[in-house]
């Protein structure tokens, strides 16, 4: 019998001062968007030390958050 781990956080890796955990993955994931991404402005890119990568646009962090922090970007919320 295979067991699945979940290796998503509940944790936001962009308010690193802040370590509030989230109530559901939902709930990160809406906070990412409402609180990050939303403040993006289009064709933007950033630094983000952490990881040290530049992220060229909105799309990238999106998908740096993914891939990389497995926050999971609600359906309902992904044309934001």
């Known amino acids: 019998m295979s067991v699945y781990k979940d290796k998503r956080t509940?944790?936001?890796?962009?308010?690193?001062?802040?370590?509030?955990?989230?109530?559901?993955?939902?709930?990160?994931?809406?906070?990412?968007?409402n609180r990050h991404l939303a403040y993006v402005e289009d064709g933007e890119g950033f630094d983000y030390d952490l990881c040290e990568v530049y992220l060229d646009n909105k799309m990238?962090?999106?998908r740096h958050a993914f891939d990389v922090h497995y926050i999971v970007i609600p359906a309902s919320a992904a044309a934001f």
Do not use: E, P, T
Request: include cysteine.
């Open 10 to 33: 509940r944790y936001c890796f962009a308010c690193v001062a802040n370590k509030n955990l989230f109530y559901s993955l939902g709930d990160l994931g809406r906070h990412f968007i």
């Open 60 to 62: 990238y962090m999106q």
